[in-house]
């Protein structure tokens, strides 16, 4: 292991010469510094929707400005808990989460707020069409329990299966199907990916389908789901899980920053307050993620170089 | 033999295997029988009140059979095991009362040890184990070196200096368990059954060298063994331990002509009396005007040695002491005490 | 249910058989009138006071911790030395730090340093090894990730053994300190590693400190144990020797014990590395980056084939470590050579040296050495070709695995789910406490009744059986895998030479990697993560299945042998009632082994439990419950473990 005098000099003498190679090539395009930027810490939460608002600013922070990005591929609820570690910088598309909201922006301080992302999200219990066409009344929740039998699965038992994504995502599911007293058993599939494979069977091969989904989504205009409706709505219905028994509300998507993050003077927090889009924009980029299969840095490219006003109002 | 002040010096001294072993010591416990105690206490007594006394350059030999605990002994003459009871100076000091430090100072350069297995360390090379002792000294490297050609020359194993251990065949490993014991000059040295893991005639090799280096340098021996024959050939004196006691301490030629009892007795039996038996003790006075060979003997010269001598002359043999005359052997004398007839 | 729990332990085998079969009984009646009561469900959404109690818990650090001196000063500290150890790492090989955009050392310096490193620890063949292997990485596209991954590995491998090995040491040479930390090892091996992810965030936030600190714990065990181990086998005879030569304890560790188990010690910083590696890929699930990440998100995607890819790149890292550190296990037993071919050593290794330096220095500012040229197109083709073979698989034998996870699911997952999810707990419970008692006497029986109250206490009942219920599943198919391979490879020669080396890669895959083949052909049922967990869990079975075997003494066999047995006589009269021992260990293993696996399954469509721990990192709203049910299933771990021990024990090793 200890390399003694002799291998020393030789060491040393190599050592030099490869130095001096380094030393002539470092003008051959050398990795440049990140200007003043510095690193910004984007959580990437999973659905193609929001990875496409993180491709986008991912590729004007590091193209535009000369950021270090750092892209975390965290949940939702982990990427609140980020900014009090600060292992995140910023959230592009934060769902509701007035409890979280009210503990990292209003207690803690360590984040704030910064306006709308410019999409309207919406969050629902869907079947496929063909399911309509045949069950036209299945669209109200009150005749669900008629067809809990078609829904069985080996998963589910005796009850009809409801199937779930992401363990992480905002869900009152298994809440309403108790609530409501729906013989119904919410399975997690464990993805957005999982939802659609099993909504495209459904319409594929007519097998009965119910589960959960959201807009905005590319997936819509490849399928059209059906949006089941649950008693409407109202203001702070949804305060207590225990006894929820209404429909998600509309949600405007927001985004959120680490207070410290806004007060570095960071570039980047400036093209994150501006950035915002519509539902059109981001589910064209998500399509070109999830159908065409490009890579972030891709498809980012394609809708940036479409869209230069945009990116210039993001920029000023 | 024991009339200078000894070397050492073991005074009743016991070792008691167990989860108490001060109730044996002292208490009518103490006469019990090994299987007895076991059986009542669940101790085992290992050592049993023995007492010796070991002259300088005395060669003392403790032989028994296994389990008779000569290894507990030989171990707890050097605190390897803490003796439960008893004394045990070194000239003057009481070695069972110094400190931790002095106790290693004693180890590091009055007493060493050459072990049944070797107890080589196998990582380092021959030449480090034997610095090991004078490493831990703190000696120079150059000069540790230095010694340890000395001692490997001694025992004969030159070139072998940069070999490791498990390279050498097991009689050339005890060569270095042995260059290593000398490396520090010990004042004495203690043999724990060093050659029974040898072969039959690597063992003959190595006693002659034990012998040799004994009679070169000097050194005090503390010898343990299991073979009566090695006993005999190496000792100047021998003590027979069964069951942790001592049964009997002696000469050679005392073991073998006045067994201390039965267990002795049937132990020597089967050994030739004429290897052990010397000339002073079959000696006679010479007859008026008989005619005497030129040829003189030392009075320790054992039966088997004078033989030859005695038999190849047609005229007794003088047996000479400080240049007197003695006794004389001739070969009635011989013939007797080889057909054994003497008892 | 006539039987009482006080079966002494001496009941002879025909006895306990017929209380068994009693007790069988008397629970299948029991279970059939009294289905549907007192299940002890709990609604997913609902918590119980225990689990809104330990979300406070979470809310008030969260709000202390900048407050609390203790959260402030040790664990804030702790979390900011980690952090800075682990970002140092990272800065190093893995990612961008203050100006510059790529790391200190580009993707040709790691090669180097690696192959530099494999060549002077192990040797040259080991060192081409690593050279492909790390280039692969690059090769597959997963560069980076890789060197995220290995950035944390390295940084939980040095705090491992900085703790690891002077502890070891300790209770190498005081037993009674290794007795202290005798349990909390046996712990640590009992607990399924998904568990200690959410109390490690609870405390040090989602980052590298968490994730470095979970690794610590599943990562320091193994070479602390084969430390003391070492330290303790060191031959008496070389002890003693350098006890008579006056050695004080510390010239006798320095110069006599740590030398003599140095070997040893390098298979304990082996197994710590691997151990490492395959904690650090699940971290991922507390935001740890790199190559876990890539296939935790492609199995959320269902992207069968980027989660091979990622799989793969993982299998390559643990290769080219496990190699490299065998092959040093290896050469530390080598003695020093002669002169001359050190010399030739010492200028071969300054030449490498000097090279490494060189490409080092290039990485550092030249652009090609420092970001992996290419955008990983072999990796992309192969992730394409994964995913169109995956789909080509579903697309055509949906209906052979439709009809496989039907199968399993409702014969045997269903009808176990039923008699153990929809039983009465308090019948459940009593069966089981009455089992343990029957198996392992007493004490197993005490120990199972303190696990059977905790798991109602967490408020899991139901959901800890049906995690129960697909551990039986996998771990009967396990144990069944386990006797029939161990038995072929424990009586051929040819095929344990082929297979174990198989066995043993496999064991050194991490966790994660198996669950992706299966999402793929299986989606996500109960039937995956119970498939994921017997190929996890097979290995160690079968292993110790077929040392069983091969552990009957020859001379049995030679009298079965000449008694005229058939092969299969042989088999079933002779040698398994034989290796007895050895099967009941390899289920006890199996058992362990599948739970663990049968967790992490619950990212896969596992539910139960392992649901509930993933559930408790992904909504606040669960933490706490998240944290319940990890604790639930340490102890529905304990007392498998317990259980199927005492059967171990009680069938004591027929040797002559």
New interface residues.
Partial sequence: MFIKHRALKVASSVFMAGALVAALSLNAGAAQAAAKCGTVNIANNPWVGYNADTAVVEYVAKHSLGCNVVVKDITEQVSWQGFASGEVDVILENWGHEDLAAKYITKLKVAQDIGSAGNSGIIGWYVAPWMVKKYPDITNYKNLNKYAKLFKTSESGSKGAFLDGDPSYVTNDAALVKNLKLNYKVIFTGSEAALITAFRGSEAKKKPVIGYFYEPHWFLSELPLVHIKLPAYTTGCDADPKTITCDYPPYALNKVARTAFLKSGSPAAKLIKNFTWTNDDQNSVARSIAVDKLTRDAAAKKWVDAHPDIVKKWLA | MTSASPMISVKNLWKVFGSNPDQVIGTELASLTRSELRAKTGNTVAVRDVSFDVAPGEVFVVMGLSGSGKSTLVRCM?R?IEPTAGELHFGNEDVLSVDAKR???????K???V?Q???????R?VIDNIA??L???GVEKDARHARANEVIELVGLQGYGHA?PD?LSGGMQQRVGLA?ALAVDPEIMFLDEPFSALDPLIRRDMQAEVIRLHHELGKTMVFITHDLAEAVKLGDRIAIMRDGAIVQIGTPEDLVMNPANEYVANFVKEHPKSHVLTIRSIMRTPGTGEELSEIALAPQTTVKDAARSVVGSTRPLRVVENGQVIGIVGHDEILRAIAGTED | MTLTTSAPSEVKKSSKNKYIAALVAGFLVCATFLHGRATLFLDPSTNTSFHSWLNSISDWITFHRTSNPFLQIVVEGIRSFINGLVTFTQNLISQGSGNRSTPIIGWLGVVAIVVFVTFVISNKKIALLAAAGMTSLGLLGYWTESMQTLALTLGAVVLSLLIGIPVGVLAGIFPRFEKLLMPLLDFSQIMPTFVYLSPVTLFFLIGPASATIVTLIYAIPPVLRITSIALREVSTASVEAGISMGSTKWQMLRKIQVPLAKRTIVVGINQTIMAALSMVTIAALINAPGLGQVVLSSLQQLDVGRSFVAGLGIVILAIVLDRSTTAAAAKVEEKEPTEQSKRIRRITVGISAAITAAAVAISHSVTWAATFPGTGVIGQHLSNGVSSASAWLQDHFSNVTNAMTNIVSYLFINPLQWLLAETPWYIVGFAWIALAAIIGGRRVAVISAICIAGIIGTGLWSDTMVTLASTFVAAFITVILGIVMGVWIGRNKRADSIIRPILDAGQVLPAFVYLVPFLGLFNASRFTAILAAVVYAAPAAIKLAADGIRGVPAGMIEAGIAAGSTPWQMIIKVQLPAARRGIALATNQGLIYVLAMIVVGGLVGGGGLGYLVVDGFSQETYFGKGLAAGLAIVLLGVMLDRISQAVAKKNPLQQG
């Fill in positions: 050097t390897l106790l290693r100072e004693l180890r590091r350069t007493f060493s040890m072990f297995h070797f107890g080589l360390l196998p990582h090379k090991y002792s490493e831990i000294n490791y390279q290593r």
